[in-house]
């Protein structure tokens, strides 16, 4: 049984917080706070991270301005890179702390545009499972947000294999499953304190066998076939066009006059769906679209074509391969496994190949995990994708195979301007690893926040999770 002490820790670190009365908006507001983060009073504000030096390491940088870095060093001051280079670091104030890496290798943050962290939290039980709202195959205005669970025992284990930054996506039961949400991985009490200041949110879609599986085998409803699936999407986006043409309209024209005066119109009525895919048309939520088959991520562009939006990113996407020319001219990313084959039809075709043909091609090629396991090994994962190309002829550099776990995915997540490469100015997500990150032996030393060392393998911490003190 755990102590009184400890009891009572717990209930000031997660305490209910009071309710307040909310008036609704009469117009329509962005689902996404114009202020991203709140702070989190017992932890320290991100903005006070320490002065840290990191001397005598091969910079691995992920930037195409210079991809490789030797005899370097980079220095990390309130939260982001304040300069890096190579031979003699400069000399700083005695706050500093000096890490010497040498032998050892520098890259940026491990970013995994597909993880379920905290909505399908550990231990794997029913009581965890809220990733996906399985009760309609449109649930577009849903946030994964308010379902994560920071005290899942995986995001500790994630840190500790070098990722730094994640997108929770809802899963794929549903044709429009809800609202992606792009968290750093800091030890927090609340979900909102993660978020990535100024990050979009996502919509995430899904095409297939899964809502045909959901609804159409299991409910004998919509949809139960590929038809039925584009027909309720098309029907949803000419919802949505509408919805965001009357609502400009009643913007423009607020009053009308009756009887020679001034009178109020009636706004139109609020609909969270509605909300979400008028935000998307507007370019405010980034789409990523589950899909496996190339003749849907086809039929996918042709719909995002006909209203006017765009897809940022095709997941799983394991027959990307077969029209990389189209994915490469549309500048559609691709975000899928290393060797993930098989478990089901839609994913027979696919092959080890995959990225590294996307990368020959000129597409933007991203590994992500989808799975609790992998993220503790993307950079594993990448280095089976790297050789397997290399091993078919397909000419690939290491610089591209990271980018692949970094800079690619941080533009997927429309945060390539903070994160994914080395570059002064960018936030000081940084990992230190003692071999090649793509040995099979590499395990991150020092893991590096917004300049916050989070992971420290000389000194481990304790468990992040309540869940597992004691264990």
Not at 434 to 441: A, C, E, L, Q, R
Request: charged residues 20%; hydrophobic residues 40%; aromatic residues 8%.
């Amino acid at each position: 049984m755990r102590s009184c002490r400890h009891i009572a820790l717990c209930l000031l670190l997660f305490g209910c917080a009071g309710t307040g009365t909310l008036t609704p908006p009469v117009t329509p507001v962005p689902l996404v706070p114009a202020v991203a983060q709140e702070p989190d009073t017992l932890l320290p504000a991100l903005g006070t991270a320490p002065s840290s030096l990191i001397i005598n390491a091969t910079l691995l940088t992920a930037d195409d301005k210079a991809p490789r870095i030797e005899r370097g060093w980079i220095h990390l001051r309130e939260g982001v890179i304040a300069g890096m280079g190579s031979g003699k670091p400069p000399t700083l104030n005695s706050g500093t702390t000096i890490y010497d890496a040498k032998g050892k290798f520098v890259t940026p943050g491990l970013v995994d545009t597909h993880s379920h962290l905290g909505v399908y939290a550990r231990p794997g039980v029913w009581a965890h499972a809220d990733g996906n709202e399985m009760t309609n195959p449109i649930t577009a205005g849903i946030r994964a947000e308010e379902a994560f669970w920071p005290q899942d025992p995986g995001i500790q284990k994630a840190v500790k294999g070098g990722v730094t930054t994640i997108q929770v996506l809802p899963g794929s039961g549903n044709l429009m499953g809800g609202h992606g949400v792009i968290l750093k991985l800091h030890p927090r009490r609340s979900t909102r304190a993660m978020r990535f200041p100024g990050a979009k949110d996502s919509l995430k879609m899904a095409c297939g066998e899964n809502p045909k599986r959901v609804y159409g085998k299991g409910r004998k409803t919509m949809p139960m076939s590929r038809m039925g699936s584009i027909y309720l999407m098309r029907k949803e986006w000419i919802a949505a066009r509408r919805y965001k043409r009357d609502w400009a309209e009643w913007s423009q024209n607020p009053t009308t006059v009756i009887n020679g005066r001034q009178v109020a119109k009636t706004p139109p009525k609020r609909d969270l769906v509605l909300d979400t895919l008028s935000q998307v048309l507007d370019g405010d939520i980034l789409v990523h679209i589950h899909c496996y088959r190339a003749d849907e991520m086809l039929l996918q562009l042709k719909l995002a074509e006909e209203f006017g939006f765009k897809v940022r990113s095709f997941h799983h996407a394991v027959e990307a391969y077969k029209i990389r020319d189209v994915l490469a001219k549309k500048n559609v990313s691709v975000s899928t496994w290393a060797d993930w084959w098989g478990f089901k039809i839609e994913a027979h075709d696919a092959i080890e190949q995959n990225l590294a043909l996307l990368q020959d091609a000129g597409a933007i090629a991203i590994l992500h995990t989808d799975s609790a396991e992998g993220i503790q090994r993307m950079n594993q994962e990448a280095a089976k994708a790297y050789y397997a190309g290399l091993h078919s002829g397909i000419k690939l550099t290491e610089h591209q195979a990271l980018r692949w776990i970094t800079a690619n995915a941080a533009w997927a997540l429309g945060v390539e301007d903070k994160v994914g490469t080395l570059e002064v100015g960018k936030m000081a997500d940084v990992v230190v690893w003692d071999k090649h990150p793509f040995s099979v032996y590499a395990t991150a030393q020092h893991v590096f926040i917004d300049g916050w060392l989070r992971h420290n393998a000389d000194t481990p911490s304790a468990p992040w999770s309540d869940f597992e003190v004691g264990q």
